[in-house]
């Protein structure tokens, strides 16, 4: 159950919740390009604040072979998201996390981690990246992409992040999580849906009353 609620929640990397103001790429001299990186982060964060689109986590082996993938539709609003993947549903309204396993019939409860380094809440790992991360630009891609990369500055079971974020749109496009191993896990995002309607984003037991609830708070 924790292996997968782990899997489930990497997915809501979404939520970048801070205060930026738009900003613009320039690449004309040397000495921007920690500047840079943080333009396409804030550029980001603005853009994906809410959004519904596909997410796509494939496995890397050490030698770059794929172990797998797994798909999700994920919806994000303001700091809330909705994730629905294999049969199951990860909700959050900020606080509170419900992991609904229908097959099973069953939702875990859970609170929402406040570890700002915590992989189960990317949004905040992201948020704070300044405080925990040192962040490089590395270059642009032929189809507009900027390459941004977060290194951490404390010890983690990864020694960098990888993100692609389309520089005209703020689209993020992909986060590559790069082990020291050599293995990686990788997350493609695609179909971006941008300012949705508001919708729901926790679970309703009287609406379910075959689900049973384990409060794991």
Request: proline fraction near 3%; aromatic fraction near 8%.
């Amino acid at each position: 159950m924790k292996k997968t609620l782990l899997i489930a929640a990497l997915f809501s990397i979404f939520n970048f919740q801070f205060s930026i103001s738009q900003a613009q790429i320039t690449h004309a001299s040397q000495g921007r390009l920690d500047e840079n990186a943080t333009a396409a982060l804030q550029k980001a964060a603005k853009k994906m604040d809410n959004v519904s689109c596909t997410v796509t986590r494939t496995l890397l082996d050490p030698q770059k072979k794929p172990l797998g993938k797994q798909t999700a539709e994920v919806r994000y609003s303001h700091g809330k998201y909705r994730i629905a993947f294999g049969g199951q549903e990860l909700l959050s309204d900020g606080t509170t996390v419900w992991h609904w396993n229908k097959s099973a019939k069953e939702v875990v409860v859970t609170s929402v981690s406040n570890d700002d380094m915590d992989l189960l809440n990317p949004a905040k790992l992201v948020a704070n990246y300044a405080k925990n991360f040192r962040a490089k630009y590395i270059r642009t891609e032929d189809n507009g992409a900027a390459v941004v990369d977060l290194q951490p500055k404390s010890s983690q079971s990864y020694h960098k992040l990888r993100l692609l974020i389309d520089e005209a749109s703020g689209k993020l496009l992909r986060i590559e999580m790069h082990k020291y191993d050599s293995s990686r896990e990788i997350y493609d995002f695609s179909n971006h849906k941008f300012s949705l309607p508001g919708g729901s984003f926790s679970f309703d037991p009287k609406a379910h009353p075959e689900v049973e609830v384990i409060d794991m708070r």
